[in-house]
């Protein structure tokens, strides 16, 4: 069985308690590495009862350790806007000298969603004639670009008007010429789809903001799984795309799962190892907001060290690293 190692210093960002909207939880984090930095977009939020969550920025120049850039967030929600209840849970590629961001979103806050009955206060549920989205309070996903990290220029939904549709994560470059995206959508989910439960789909596109469904790349296959989502951003290697991703079992419990798809044909999985490679043991790991969760949303390579960054526990953010050869062999030695 496989398995990344987590790091010593775990964890490696905890809530800030001097910064009100960072006081209660940081997690889900995307990292970018570039010139000897590590970049660290996160999810953040404070101990409100809305339950508003932000993104902070910080940065490192070993990977473990950060220091944050601001006393403020860097991306907030803004009352009124589409994304005005809150913003997190972001990716990041790049291309040429902009940063794309996919992030979810809702309009109104979330509330304490750890706590079912707060969570339904934020459910408008009318008026009848409001769109879907509203009156349930709908995650979607959305895309940003940004130069620095620091500011950004929203470009608006990416994820279909009706669906509640999260994990939205794009590929590092074209492939024949378009554009990749993987999603995890609510909708497309049943007899007719292929799938029984939330499941990973790939989608092509020519400019970023128009997507089909796509077709289905990934369900539930082993019993540490039920819903499946994307978790990084795929790396390209000269086996395929590694890719990422996580698994809820029936209790609840957040696992991570490693597979390779083709690497002109990203719809053909070629391996996917049967065991998880990351499971929740430690105690920042099983206590939190969400307790039993590890959600990796962030991966880089420095020569062939692979730092894997998850939320915990929907409260701090870990890191986990393998040498990336040896995982590439593991999931050889599966095909």
């Known amino acids: 069985m496989f398995e990344l190692q987590r790091h010593a210093d775990n964890p490696v960002l905890v809530p800030h308690q001097d910064h009100p909207w960072e006081n209660l939880a940081v997690c889900n984090p995307a990292v970018w590495y570039e010139d000897g930095k590590f970049l660290m ?16 920025l910080a940065t490192s120049n070993d990977g473990v350790h950060f220091t944050r850039v601001s006393t403020e967030p860097v991306f907030s929600p803004v009352p009124g806007n589409f ?22 979103y809702r309009p109104l806050p979330p509330g304490r ?24 309070n709908m995650t979607q996903s959305g895309l940003l670009m940004s130069k620095d990290l620091k500011s950004f220029q929203r470009l608006g939904r990416i994820t279909a008007a009706k669906d509640d549709n999260r994990d939205v994560i794009l590929f590092p470059e074209k492939i ?40 289905l790349l990934l369900k539930n296959t082993f019993d540490w799984e039920r819903k499946v989502g994307g978790a990084t951003p795929p790396i390209r290697t000269e086996a395929g795309w590694l890719m990422l991703y996580h698994a809820v079992d029936d209790a609840g419990v957040y696992r991570t799962g490693v597979c390779l798809l083709d690497l002109q044909n990203p719809t053909q999985v070629l391996s996917r190892l049967p065991e998880p490679i990351l499971v929740p043991q430690e105690a920042f790991e099983r206590d939190g907001l969400y307790g039993q969760c590890v959600f990796p949303t962030g991966n880089v390579v420095v020569g062939d060290t692979l730092y894997v960054y998850y939320g915990a526990a929907d409260k701090c953010i870990g890191l986990a690293t393998c040498q990336i050869s040896d995982l590439l062999e593991a999931l050889k030695n599966q095909q």
């Open 41 to 56: 977009l996160y999810r953040a939020a404070g101990d409100d009862a809305a339950h508003r969550i932000h993104l902070g």
């Open 83 to 104: 994304d005005g209840g809150c913003v997190e849970d972001p990716r990041i590629v790049k291309f040429g000298d902009w940063f794309y961001v996919t992030y979810a």
């Open 113 to 136: 969603y750890w706590l079912n009955e707060q969570s339904l206060a934020f459910m408008p549920k009318e008026p009848a004639e409001a769109p879907v989205f509203y009156r349930q």
């Open 176 to 215: 024949n010429d378009q554009f990749v995206m993987l999603h995890r959508s609510k909708r497309l989910v049943g007899e007719e789809y292929g799938c029984a439960h939330p499941a990973i789909w790939i989608a092509f596109s020519d400019d970023l903001l128009t997507w089909d469904d796509g077709v």
